[in-house]
């Protein structure tokens, strides 16, 4: 089955359904809509809860719109979120770097 991995913070608002938004850059999964995935706490690796896909698309980084952050965490600025993506996927994370936007619903 498919995981999806989350920082540790992110979490509470996963369960909580605060966060139903998750961006993939380099998406190596494939996740596709109506896939169902594993949630993982990315610190501890222990899985949190399962989730159905619900919706996908991919547009670049530069083109992303304010109803593209619904259910996803926020940013300071746009040079913060290209930061914080170079965190997790290095030097290569540009404007023009595709991101998938991951849209889903928590199973009980």
């Known amino acids: 089955?498919?995981?999806?991995?989350?920082?540790?913070?992110?979490?509470?608002?996963?369960?909580?359904?605060?966060?139903?938004?998750t961006w993939r850059?380099?998406?190596?999964?494939?996740i596709q809509v109506g896939d169902n995935v594993l949630l993982l706490n990315w610190n501890t690796k222990e899985q949190f809860g399962s989730a159905l896909i619900v919706s996908v698309k991919e547009k670049m980084l530069k083109e992303l719109q304010d109803?593209?952050?619904?259910?996803?965490e926020k940013f300071e600025s746009?040079?913060?979120m290209y930061e914080e993506y170079r965190k997790y996927y290095g030097d290569k994370v540009a404007p023009?770097?595709?991101?998938?936007i991951i849209r889903f619903t928590l199973q009980s």
């Not at 089955?1 to 938004?21: A, H, N």
């Not at 109803?67 to 996803?72: A, I, T, Y």
């Not at 023009?96 to 998938?100: G, H, L, R, Y």
Request: aromatic residues 10%; proline residues 2%; contains cysteine.
């Open 1 to 21: 089955m498919k995981t999806i991995k989350f920082r540790e913070y992110l979490v509470p608002l996963v369960l909580s359904g605060e966060k139903d938004c």
């Open 78 to 80: 746009t040079e913060k």
């Open 96 to 100: 023009e770097s595709v991101v998938k």
């Open 67 to 72: 109803s593209d952050f619904e259910g996803h």
């Open 25 to 30: 850059l380099f998406d190596d999964k494939d």
